[in-house]
């Protein structure tokens, strides 16, 4: 009997050693032994991997087997910290920190569990966790692309580089540990060029951020070549006015002049000076202003970077014909600008050259729109009204000062030249004259430099 009982014992074992040895085979299939581990001798230890779902499985980003459901896979591997990673064929992506210890550690892939379920980024190879986590603990994915060369910083500490272009964006992944990180990034060009961010890690999870800095380096420099393209443009738009005589005041067969206007009188302009050739661009203006420090004025929403600038004081005005060596234009040098040889109330037909109340479409224009007068001088009639140097005298004409004049001495308004868009006919001509306080009613410059005078800028403004 006792030989029997010990038959029937010896017989549950081999059945139980069988199993056991199939159980073995078909966990093997589909695996792919691992590299060693680094350092780690002879010494092995058991990782048998479990998966809820079919999956690819990776030991360090290297493939190890394929997993199904039910069905485990056992591998030999050195002991030590692997990063496990799983991929569904549908793009699941799960992953883990996992120490494996001999004789033997169990990993379960469960996607149902919480894993990163949709997620379909690509997978870049894991890099060096700037947080590493505990041994045994889970563990997320962050991974960073880049447009332009960058520094990166981690929670205060430095991740490394990372270089890339607009066209080809560079990428690189971190092992993080779950929760709150700060990521910084700066350019390699410019420490002055950033961006930065706070991105919530997830247990086997990844997050992806794009620090894109390629367009804020491009400002950087638009904005340090914007001083030298501002004067080499504003220095371009500039025309020679020879010096000569007119008649200064109402136009032969004007019936319309007013009294301010009168008498007509013989004047010269004894110098040749320079005049820019189109009203000031509210681009200029904005730009010079912003280097300057100072605010510009607001526009209206008709305005555009090639519509005159308004809204603008005389001393205003002023402080921006200094910046670039010159000067608001004298009463008369504006008149004999104007004619450019004429002696009629306009240089042609108002509607050739001037924006009024009649074709404006209640808005001014971008300058040039019209046509230029003999000096190539545009919008000296219509579109926005333009400040003189003067001071305005009502009886200022009778005076009847030939060579260069230039207004009374004092005064409690400016000149006023030009009509503007909102102006009927009447009031653009060249001899009507009008007035403003200089502080208090915005309104256009026009510059003119000084007879011979240099064109340099002021230090402030390029510094």
């Known amino acids: 009997m006792d030989q029997g009982r010990g038959l029937a014992r010896w017989r549950r074992l081999r059945s139980a050693l069988v199993v056991g040895a199939l159980l073995l085979s078909a966990a093997q299939v589909g695996a792919v032994p691992p590299k060693a581990k680094a350092g780690a001798g002879a010494q092995k230890a058991t990782l048998l991997l479990a998966a809820d779902v079919a999956c690819t499985v990776k030991l360090d980003g290297e493939k190890v087997a394929d997993l199904v459901p039910d069905t485990p896979t056992k591998l030999e591997v050195a002991p030590g910290e692997y990063l496990v990673s799983a991929a569904t064929p549908d793009g699941q992506k799960w992953s883990k920190a996992v120490e494996v210890k001999a004789p033997k550690t169990v990993v379960k892939v469960e996607f149902a569990g919480g894993g990163s379920a949709g997620s379909s ?34 929670d205060g500490k430095a991740a490394g580089s990372l270089s890339g272009t607009p066209e080809a ?92 206007e009168k008498p007509r009188h013989p004047v010269r302009i004894t110098k040749p000076f320079q005049m820019m050739k189109s009203e000031v661009r509210w681009a200029w203006f904005r730009d010079w202003a912003a280097l300057a420090g100072r605010e510009a004025p607001a526009q209206p929403d008709w305005s555009g970077e090639s519509v005159p600038v308004v809204n603008v004081t005389w ?92 207004g009374p001495s004092s005064g409690e308004w400016r000149v006023l030249r030009g009509g503007s868009w909102y102006n009927d006919p009447n009031t653009v001509r060249a001899s009507y004259r009008s007035r403003v306080r200089a502080g208090v009613t915005r309104r256009q410059p026009r510059v003119s430099l000084s007879p011979g005078r240099e064109f340099p800028c002021d230090s402030f403004l390029f510094t």
């Open 169 to 260: 964006p560079g990428k690189r992944t971190f092992m993080l540990t779950p929760g709150k990180h700060f990521l910084k990034a700066v350019s390699q060009e410019s420490s002055e060029v950033s961006a930065s961010a706070d991105v919530q890690i997830r247990e086997g999870s990844q997050e992806i951020v794009r620090a894109m800095v390629a367009d804020q380096i491009a400002e950087r420099q638009a904005q340090r070549e914007r001083p030298k393209r501002l004067r080499e443009e504003i220095d371009a738009s500039f025309v020679s006015i020879p010096a000569g005589s007119f008649e200064m005041g109402c136009s032969d067969g004007d019936k319309e002049c007013e009294k301010n």
């Open 121 to 154: 980024a690509p997978r870049a190879a894991p890099a060096a966790p700037s947080a590493p986590a505990s041994k045994g603990v889970a563990v997320g994915t962050l991974l960073v692309f880049a447009d332009a060369p960058i520094e990166l910083e981690i």
């Open 315 to 406: 001393n205003e005005a002023q402080a921006f014909c200094s910046a670039f060596g010159g000067r608001l234009p004298t009463e008369a040098e504006w008149e004999y600008a104007a004619r450019a040889g004429t002696s009629a109330a306009r240089y042609a037909t108002i509607d050739e050259v001037a924006w009024y109340s009649g074709n404006s479409g209640k808005q001014a224009h971008p300058v040039g729109g019209k046509k230029p007068n003999a000096f190539g001088l545009y919008d000296m009639l219509g579109n926005v009204w333009e400040w003189c140097a003067d001071w305005y005298g009502e009886k200022y004409y009778k005076e009847k000062v030939e060579a260069d004049p230039a």
